[in-house]
């Protein structure tokens, strides 16, 4: 029954990526406690944090993206097994490819965590799922592309806000039974599109 939450605290300042911005956690009645590292540059635009907990394991899964103003953006994965006080961390990232707007979801029977996120790795674009396990620090293998092909493909990879051709800022990943569902915001050639995807565990 305990409420967690994760904030990004920054601002329009460097919303494409400052130093001066810093995410925490907060359990239901306690203190916020630092996940993202001191020296970590940290974007507010398309970088809405993701949590997911595993009460019976009792592990805190969040997902936050890493970058400047340069647009390589590496999806950053931190995983508690101490209500919060201390992180570790594994980064999904190439270098030189952009990685945003997370969603996370825990599998109940088995503990592995299922991440979604925008990625430019495939030109224009595409929306990828990962999945990790934690062992000393979270393991995490990129499984491919929930868009197209064989679905639409990207018409664009836009980070500008409002356009017809704009990410959208906010996606969701659910586990009903044994079905993942995932959704987000895609543009087309004709226009943009709320896309579903469903796949089984």
């Not at 306690?30 to 993202?36: D, K, L, R, T, Y």
């Not at 890493?66 to 101490?82: C, N």
Request: one cysteine or more; a neutral charge; hydrophobic letters at 40%.
């Amino acid at each position: 029954g305990g409420l967690h939450v994760v904030a990004l605290v920054g601002g329009v300042q460097g919303a494409y990526g400052s130093a001066m911005h810093r995410l925490e956690y907060t359990p239901r009645g306690g203190e916020a406690h630092a996940v993202s590292l001191a020296d970590e540059k940290l974007p507010t635009f398309f970088a809405t944090p993701a949590i997911a907990v595993d009460d019976d394991r009792r592990r805190i899964w969040i997902a936050y993206v890493r970058g400047g103003r340069d647009a390589t953006w590496d999806l950053v994965i931190a995983a508690s097994r101490d209500g919060g006080a201390t992180w570790t961390r594994t980064a999904l990232g190439d270098g030189c490819a952009l990685h945003a707007v997370p969603a996370l979801a825990v599998d109940p029977a088995t503990g592995l965590l299922h991440a979604t996120f925008y990625d430019t790795n495939a030109m224009p674009g595409r929306y990828a799922h990962a999945t990790c396990a934690l062992g000393a620090t979270p393991s995490c293998i990129v499984r491919g592309a929930l868009s197209g092909p064989p679905g639409p493909r990207f018409a664009t990879f836009d980070l500008g806000r409002g356009g017809p051709h704009s990410l959208g800022e906010h996606a969701a990943l659910a586990i009903t039974g044994r079905a993942l569902d995932a959704y987000w915001t895609q543009p087309l050639a004709d226009g943009l599109y709320v896309m579903h995807a469903r796949g089984k565990l």
